[in-house]
């Protein structure tokens, strides 16, 4: 995997770059990923995105992996956030169980390939078609706050 990634094998999704950049732009931003470490590192490295990342965490390093919550509060925690205090955006049926079992407000982006099960996209508070909606969803819902704080 690692060398399919660095001989570009293995590209970003459209506008996943954009989203990163965008958000991090804004705010810190975690990855909370089922990927080993060095997948995480060199995904992240190849695509020059590793400084964009306030915290990352493979779900190897906690207890329990997705659908449990420990990725994800350890992400929000190496953020100094409480899972209620953060966003996730996620793919899967387990990605968007483990973000709402740890209180995150969920933008759920579909697997195209393998889509999350209806139960799943229940909990997501929005449901978008691609990275560039995600990054809207999730820009929008940082300028509504900080619109809410001041106002």
């Known amino acids: 995997m690692i060398a399919a990634i660095a001989d570009g094998r293995a590209p970003l999704l459209p506008g996943a770059d954009k989203m990163v950049t965008g958000v991090s732009a804004k705010a810190p ?32 390093e906690v207890p329990r992996g997705k659908p449990s919550p ?50 799943a996209l229940e909990l997501a508070a929005v449901v978008v078609d691609s990275n560039d909606a995600a990054r809207r969803a999730l820009l929008d819902h940082l300028a509504d706050n900080v619109a809410g704080r001041t106002a």
């Not at 931003?29 to 020059?48: C, E, F, H, N, Q």
């Open 70 to 119: 420990d990725v994800y509060l350890e992400a929000a925690s190496r953020l100094g956030r409480k899972g209620d205090e953060c966003l996730g955006v996620e793919d899967s049926s387990n990605g968007i169980r483990a973000a709402a079992a740890a209180g995150l407000t969920v933008i759920a982006l579909p697997n195209r390939f393998y889509p999350p099960k209806p139960d």
């Open 29 to 60: 931003i975690a990855l909370a990923s089922s990927a080993p470490r060095k997948v995480i590192d060199a995904v992240l490295a190849t695509y020059g995105l590793t400084d964009e990342f306030t915290a990352t965490v493979s779900s190897a």
